[in-house]
Each structure stands twice: as structure tokens, then as C-alpha cells.
């Protein structure tokens, strides 16, 4: 079965940077489309980035864009989201996802295989 793994969240102070990643076993990576997603207490899961199976096609959350960069390196099995000049609103668990298909969609409806998530904390 299709295994996802996100490491490289942590607590970080307003203004700074991560690099979340996400290892993907057990299914073809490189055939599907993958996307970030975040969930804040008290609030719906809410997309964050998307990348074709290329990585050639991405999309934003208005939100994050200028701010975030999604990429993958499919010859590692690996999904990576930069993070700079993070806020305080980011502040939540990050969870990567596998799509069902080869568009990268911003609908979960779309994403068959999640993660268990990485926190994400930003202090002001």
C-alpha cells in the first residue's frame, strides 16, 4: 500500500522558513499529481499547493503564493513544500497527499493517500 511520511515541521519564529518534506513508498510516485494541505483547531482542512507528475504545472493557495514554493524529486520519491517568511496564521498541521490523478487539483476529493501530518508552528 501507498505510504506517505512528512517530516521537517517544527516552531519557528514570524519571518522565518521551513522545508517540509514527504516520503511516498509503496505505489508509482511519478504517475500522479501530489498537494500540501493544512489543518488549523477549529477549522477545515484547507489546500495549501499543488504539482503535476512533472512538476511542471503548479498551483497556490491565494494565501500562501509568493511565500510557498511545492516541488518533487520523483527519482526519490519525495514532495517538498518551502515555506519563507512564514506568519503566525500558518500555524498548523501540514499533511501531503497523493492524488488520484495526473492534474494537480486543489480539491482533497481528488487526493487518494494522505499523510499523518508535520506541526507547523509560527510565534509572533
Known amino acids: 500500500q501507498v505510504r506517505l511520511v512528512e517530516s521537517g515541521g517544527g516552531l519557528v519564529q514570524a519571518g522565518g522558513s521551513l522545508r517540509l518534506s514527504c516520503a511516498v513508498s509503496?505505489?508509482?510516485?511519478?504517475?500522479?499529481?501530489m498537494g500540501w494541505f493544512r489543518q488549523s483547531p477549529g477549522k477545515e482542512r484547507e489546500f495549501v499547493a499543488s504539482?503535476?507528475?512533472?512538476?511542471?504545472?503548479?498551483n497556490y493557495a491565494d494565501s500562501v503564493k509568493g511565500r510557498f514554493t511545492i516541488s518533487r524529486d520523483n527519482a526519490k520519491n519525495t514532495v517538498y513544500l518551502q515555506m519563507n517568511s512564514l506568519k503566525p496564521e500558518d500555524t498548523a498541521v501540514y499533511y501531503c497527499?497523493?492524488?488520484?490523478?495526473?492534474?494537480?487539483?486543489?480539491?482533497?476529493?481528488?487526493?487518494?493517500?494522505w499523510g499523518q501530518g508535520t506541526q507547523v508552528t509560527v510565534s509572533s
Open positions: 497527499a497523493q492524488s488520484r490523478t495526473v492534474v494537480p487539483f486543489t480539491s482533497s476529493t481528488t487526493y487518494a493517500y
Open positions: 504539482i503535476s507528475l512533472k512538476g511542471t504545472t503548479t
Open positions: 509503496g505505489g508509482t510516485f511519478s504517475n500522479v499529481a
